[in-house]
């Protein structure tokens, strides 16, 4: 069994070494100090154009007075008359737009705040809680939010 193992031991080393000189010989024969040759480059000449044609572009886009543009083109789609419709039948839309834009709000019972990312009111009611909580109703009974919708305000106690 010993000597099994040494003959293929010996078998190995010896491909190994050829293999070894062989990788030599392949790199070895590459890296010459031999100078490339210089590649010879063609003269070329050039020969004028006897009777050059000039191309003159002609202006697609003649200013003739000043632009304008109507003003309907930069409103939402919306006509005033459905606008102030959907205003009437939907009175929280503009309490929640100005509420939205006093914010941020720090009081002494609660504070708040809205997320645009979040697309809520972000309340903190700070303690006692019971006295914060009934000045945050409070706060928004004055401005004509009677119910506290859990998809608009994200209260939390500090």
């Not at 154009?49 to 304008?68: D, K, L, M, Y």
């Not at 008359?81 to 009081?107: A, C, F, G, W």
Request: glycine share 4%; net charge neutral; hydrophobic share 40%.
């Amino acid at each position: 069994m010993q000597k099994g193992l040494k003959i293929k031991l010996g078998v190995l080393m010896v491909v190994g070494l050829l293999f070894f000189i062989f990788l030599v010989l392949v790199f070895v024969s590459g890296k010459r100090d031999e100078k490339p040759e210089p590649v010879p480059l063609e003269k070329r000449t050039v020969t004028p154009v006897q009777n050059p044609t000039i191309v003159t572009p002609t202006p697609v886009f003649q200013q003739s007075a000043t632009p304008t543009i109507p003003a309907k083109e930069f409103t939402t789609g919306v006509l005033p008359d459905e606008l102030e419709d959907y205003l009437n039948k939907h009175p929280e839309v503009e309490i929640i737009s100005e509420l939205r834009r006093s914010m941020p709000l720090q009081t002494e019972n609660f504070s708040m705040d809205y997320s645009y990312k979040d697309a809520v009111f972000v309340v903190e009611i700070k303690p006692p809680y019971a006295a914060g909580r009934d000045a945050f109703l409070k706060f928004l009974a004055e401005r004509g939010i009677v119910s506290v919708d859990s998809k608009l305000f994200s209260i939390s106690y500090k």
